[in-house]
């Protein structure tokens, strides 16, 4: 099937079913932190690679689901906000927040307006941008409309993935799912040139560009592959 928009139906359906409410950061948007932007030495002491200005370092948990990684930030002492495109998901967020003691997130999540594809923040408002698993799932016309506004709206870094080609027999480009997880939503597959484009730069001017994959030693079955990728805006 032809893949043609990003449709908030289909994730408000695939968040009520429970199938992307992950609860736990995932293990690359962590070391992204720990690497790129500030590093945990002790229980209380943190060293910032980028600088605050005089505040604390800001982030923005783009298409942030249930908003696990906007609620991790606050070990590293950023403050965080959230945006979506499933009011259900935000809903979630909002409630996932107050329970972590963070009730002041909660009040920093809200809706993207998906029709023009803009982001309600001043340029350079962020320090930096977290786009976990979710730049894929939509048509590669509007994750780039989408990554024009994050680089609008962000000082330094944007760390986001992608589900590589490897994972659809070599085929890049945008399906619409007809499973049942995530049915109805747009996967769009990546190689290297695909992630220059998006990101508007050679692989070589990426602060971070990794390929990993994940296969079943038993079966031989390929369970996932993903790029994970880090690019500074102000470079």
């Known amino acids: 099937m032809e893949a043609t928009s990003l449709k908030r139906g289909e994730w408000d359906a695939s968040h009520s079913r429970g199938e992307n409410n992950i609860f736990y950061p995932q293990t690359e948007v962590v070391r992204f932190l720990n690497q790129f932007i500030a590093k945990r030495n002790t229980l209380y002491k943190t060293t910032y690679k980028i600088e605050a200005q005089g505040r604390a370092l800001r982030c923005l948990d783009f298409a942030c689901g249930i908003g696990t990684h906007a609620i991790i930030c606050k070990d590293f002492g950023i ?3 959230g945006v979506d495109i499933s009011e259900h998901a935000l809903s979630l967020a909002r409630d996932h927040a107050i329970a972590k003691g963070q009730s002041d ?6 809706l993207i307006d998906n029709e023009d594809q803009k982001l309600n923040f001043e340029d350079g408002f962020f320090d930096f941008v977290i786009a976990e698993a979710c730049l894929d799932s ?10 024009d506004e994050l680089k609008r709206i962000t000082r330094r870094k944007i760390y986001f993935s992608a589900v590589s080609a490897e994972f659809s027999n070599g085929a890049v480009g945008d399906t619409v799912v007809e499973t049942r997880h995530e049915e109805g939503t747009i996967q769009s597959y990546f190689d290297v040139p695909q992630l220059e484009k998006l990101a508007s730069r050679p692989a070589k001017d990426f602060d971070y560009l990794q390929h990993t994959s994940q296969v079943d030693i038993v079966s031989g079955k390929l369970r996932g592959a993903r790029y994970h990728c880090v690019i500074d805006v102000s470079a």
């Open 79 to 81: 403050e965080a906000y």
């Open 105 to 110: 997130l909660a009040e920093r999540f809200s």
């Open 138 to 147: 939509m048509p590669f016309a509007q994750a780039m409309r989408y990554m």
